[in-house]
């Protein structure tokens, strides 16, 4: 999320970069409104705190709020949707009979409207209609809810105890789908299922552990050609190969060099295994390697 907050906003500066004159005014409001959260948003994460940044919080937040009435259309529910489209109905019906009543005694006089005319009442009855619409919709829509009234106790929780992110839950919800609702998944979801999901990720956690211990012997010269191919330790060509064979359930060639990245995240090959002396390992001209026995 912390890093949604720091793309969104460029991304929506570039797609209303170039808005038509009547969309100006709402696109321009649209990006105060998101400039804004996202700002006060990074200034909430800062992990010190002073009179200044409190003062940034504060005034990012007044101008959220200022602004933030240009989206109460997309918060709008199906009640309140029905109930705009019914008072736009009443309006029609009473612009329709209003009209009638006005050509009547155009009639009356020998007058008639002109195209243009016509033209101009139609939109003029367009534009009340979607006032009618709009007044509805912010009239019975808000963004009163929990989360967007939290943002007003931020400054203060800050003075109290201290910078937020310490308080963050971003790493548990991260890890709850790994954690809890995969292991749940795999189990029989009897009334023990909190110990299988203990077992299952205590399971993964041991197998994770040997994978690294692998791998870190692996770079040490300590490999099998079954190491390498559990861990995938090819470089890309050879996972091509290798991906290619077990597609078409043929052996795999042997003597493919050992492929990993370093801790650099460089991609180092190791020397190819010596097909005369089983166990030894013989130098690779690319990378020296000390020679073990098995």
């Known amino acids: 999320?912390?890093?949604?907050?720091?793309?969104i906003y460029p991304a929506l500066a570039a797609a209303l970069h170039d808005p038509l004159p009547r969309h100006r005014a709402v696109f321009q409001r649209a990006l105060t409104c998101v400039r804004s959260l996202v700002y006060w948003s990074l200034v909430v994460q800062y992990r010190t705190h002073t009179t200044e940044t409190l003062n940034y919080l504060a005034d990012y937040l007044e101008e959220f709020h200022a602004t933030k009435?240009?989206?109460?259309?997309?918060?709008?529910?199906?009640?309140?949707?029905?109930?705009?489209?019914a008072r736009m109905k009443d309006l029609k019906m009473q612009l329709k009979a209003e009209h009638a009543i006005e050509d009547e005694e155009r009639a009356e006089r020998g007058e008639a409207l002109s195209r243009a005319q016509k033209e101009h009442r139609k939109a003029e009855d367009k534009k009340?209609?979607?006032?009618?619409?709009?007044?509805?919709?912010h009239e019975r829509t808000s963004f009163d809810f929990v989360k967007i009234h939290l943002m007003l106790h931020y400054e203060e929780s800050v003075q109290r105890f201290g910078h937020l992110v310490k308080d963050s839950t971003e790493t548990q919800e991260m890890n709850h789908p790994k954690m809890c609702m995969g292991p749940y998944r795999r189990s029989n979801r009897n009334f023990r299922y909190e110990r299988q999901i203990f077992k299952d990720y205590s399971r993964i956690h041991?197998?994770?552990?040997?994978?690294?211990?692998?791998?870190?012997?692996?770079?040490?010269?300590?490999?099998?050609?079954?190491?390498q191919e559990a861990l995938q330790l090819y470089r890309p060509k050879d996972q091509i190969v290798v991906n290619k064979c077990n597609r078409e359930q043929v052996p795999i060639p042997e003597n493919l060099p050992l492929s990993f990245r370093d801790d650099e995240g460089n991609i180092q090959v190791r020397g190819l295994r010596s097909p005369r002396r089983k166990g030894f390992f013989v130098k690779n001209e690319r990378l020296p390697m000390y020679t073990f026995h098995s």
């Open 128 to 137: 009340r209609l979607q006032e009618v619409y709009n007044s509805t919709v």
């Open 1 to 7: 999320m912390r890093n949604f907050g720091r793309i």
């Open 69 to 85: 009435d240009v989206f109460t259309t997309y918060r709008t529910s199906k009640a309140t949707d029905s109930i705009a489209h």
């Open 206 to 227: 041991v197998l994770r552990m040997r994978c690294l211990h692998l791998r870190q012997l692996a770079k040490e010269g300590h490999w099998t050609p079954e190491i």
